[in-house]
């Protein structure tokens, strides 16, 4: 009886451990580490530390659309993309990671310029209230209803044998 007691209580434990753990990583504010808008239509965000749930990220763009307009200047009204990539950590030099896909901005003065790609919200923006995220490429999508609530996509595909 007393393993039994004993299996129970370390089980309890890692359970309160990774209960903690994930509060403590959602509430670690995000970083910005920096912005780049390019292709005439594109913007590219730089994150350090991003949301690990779908909600959370989508919510993040919106509490953070308006900064990344005004402060940043990235988002622009031609603006058609918004892709999110988290650098876990940091910019990273190409020579140090030289089999890594990276994505490297030359204006940044530095030899750590680089981010691995780490794509972890895509924004697409076809209207003013027309907005689509999907989650790093091939992921889910969701939009926002009437409401401003978060709705998933349903994604059909083709019937390939017609």
Not at 128 to 156: A, R, T, W
Request: net charge negative; charged share 25%; proline share 4%.
């Amino acid at each position: 009886m007393n393993q039994k007691y004993r299996k129970m209580r370390l089980l309890l434990l890692i359970i309160f451990l990774c209960l903690a753990g994930y509060n403590f990583w959602t509430l670690r504010d995000v970083k910005i580490l920096y912005t780049d808008f390019f292709w005439g239509k594109t913007t590219v965000v730089v994150v350090d530390h991003f949301p690990m749930t779908d909600r959370n990220k989508v919510q993040w763009y919106l509490e953070h659309e308006e900064e990344l307009k005004t402060r940043y200047e990235t988002i622009k009204p031609f603006t058609t993309k918004v892709i999110i990539i988290d650098a876990n950590g940091g910019l990273v030099s190409a020579k140090e990671n030289p089999h890594e896909d990276l994505r490297c901005f030359d204006d940044i003065p530095s030899d750590k310029k680089c981010v691995i790609k780490n794509t972890v919200l895509i924004v697409n923006i076809l209207a003013q209230s027309l907005v689509h995220f999907q989650m790093g490429y091939g992921g889910p999508l969701y939009s926002l209803d009437e409401k401003g609530n978060i709705q998933p996509e349903i994604q059909e595909w083709p019937n390939m044998s017609d």
